[in-house]
Every structure is written in structure tokens, then in C-alpha cells.
């Protein structure tokens, strides 16, 4: 398959995350209309498995041209969709911790002890409940294109610039951690690749936007 039979990133980009925030919603609306919401969901499943498995055609193309350039594109527009359920998926975790520390700030000084034990324990349980889960179904499935590319620009990286195999291991494992992995993946593109620059600009003007829009937000409600 040469580099002009491979399918535009972006476009199946498109329709992945398209597949992927239906289901989604209509996972939620199936409580309102579960008739309706079963026959929608249906064809978003067939469309999903369908870009899926095209998609890593493309990669696995790329990889043994060493296309580079389809790898990393490949990889940013994937992450940039996906990234909103990996933030949502954050933000439970990091209300759930916030609730458990206010019952221990709150907890009886005499019973302090009980309750660290009470919050490792809850910790634990919740790892093992929506954690685990999530990494196995999320990253194994919903992030796949994003770590098969990421993977394929390691491994020609590694070929072509002598990146040794504790590096790659890190660079791998930064792309479990939801906002690192997308640094990660520019410093690689920058340091190795000399691209994404602009990208970088992009995202770092994004990325303060959100935090400023929340902040006023958060400091107009609270004055």
C-alpha cells in the first residue's frame, strides 16, 4: 500500500470520534428510549470497528515504509479526539478523591487511624472496580490508534537516532497519563522529528484558555 492508497488520518479521525461520543450518548439516553438508543447504536459500533481496523492497516503500512510523517499525524489527531473522555474519565477520579478527603478532614480525630485505613481500602477497591476496567477497555481499545502510531514513531525513531530502550519504555508509558501523553508525543515530534511546533503553540494557547475560561467562571460563581 503505498502513502497516496492510505486512508486521510483525519477524516477517519472524524468518524471514529464520531463513533465513539454517539455511543456515548446514547449509552446515557438509553435509560429515556432503550429501542431507540439499541438501533443507533448498532451501526456506531459496525462504524467504529470498521475505521478501526482500517485505520491500523494504514499504520502498519506506514510503519514498514517508515512514514513518519502519517504516523505522527495519525497519532495527533486520534489523541486530540479521544483526550475529552480520558479528561472526563480525570475528573471522576480526581471528585472521588476529593470527597474521600474531606470525610477524613472532617472524620473524628479519635478515629483518624481508622479512617486512613478506611480511605487506602477505598482506594484500592476503586482501582480495582473502574481503574482497571477502564485501562483494559479505553487505552486497549478506544486508544489503540494513538498507541500503534505512537508506537511506530518510536520504533523508527529508536532505528534512526540511536533512542535506546529505556527511553522508548518511558516515552510508552508517558502515554498512559492522560495531558503528559500528548507533551510527550510533541517533545518526541520536536526534538526528533523537528515538527509540531505549531501544533505545540496551538495546544498550549488551548490549554490556558480552558484553564482561564475555568477559572473566571469558578471565581465569578464563588463572588
Not at 438509553?30 to 431507540?36: F, H, I, L, P, R
Not at 497519532?75 to 483526550?83: A, E, L, P, R, S
Not at 475528573?91 to 486512613?116: C, Q, R, T
Not at 500528548?182 to 526528533?192: A, E, P, R
Amino acid at each position: 500500500m503505498k502513502y497516496d492508497q492510505k486512508q486521510n488520518p483525519l477524516w477517519m479521525g472524524i468518524l471514529y470520534g464520531t463513533a465513539i461520543y454517539s455511543s456515548i450518548v446514547l449509552a446515557i439516553l438509553y435509560t429515556v428510549s432503550a429501542v431507540v438508543a439499541t438501533v443507533l447504536i448498532i451501526p456506531m459500533c459496525i462504524m467504529f470497528v470498521f475505521v478501526l481496523i482500517l485505520q491500523m492497516r494504514n499504520i502498519s503500512s506506514a510503519k514498514k515504509e517508515e512514514d513518519v510523517d502519517y504516523c505522527l499525524k495519525t497519532y495527533f489527531i486520534y489523541k486530540y479526539i479521544t483526550i475529552p473522555v480520558e479528561l472526563v474519565f480525570l475528573g471522576i477520579v480526581g471528585a472521588f478523591s476529593f470527597v474521600i478527603i474531606e470525610m477524613i478532614i472532617h472524620w473524628p480525630k479519635e478515629d483518624l487511624i481508622a479512617a486512613f485505613f478506611a480511605f487506602i481500602f477505598a482506594i484500592i477497591i476503586f482501582i480495582i472496580i473502574t481503574i482497571i476496567p477502564y485501562m483494559l477497555v479505553a487505552f486497549a481499545l478506544i486508544g489503540l490508534p494513538c498507541f500503534t502510531s505512537i508506537d511506530c514513531v518510536l520504533g523508527i525513531t529508536q532505528k534512526k537516532y540511536g533512542m535506546s530502550c529505556v527511553e522508548r519504555a518511558i516515552h510508552f508509558l508517558l502515554q498512559m497519563i492522560p495531558v503528559l501523553n500528548i507533551i510527550d508525543g510533541l517533545y518526541i515530534s520536536i526534538k526528533y522529528w523537528n515538527r509540531g511546533r505549531v501544533l505545540a503553540i496551538v495546544s498550549a494557547a488551548f490549554t490556558f484558555s480552558v484553564v482561564a475560561l475555568v477559572l473566571s467562571i469558578y471565581l465569578a460563581n464563588r463572588f
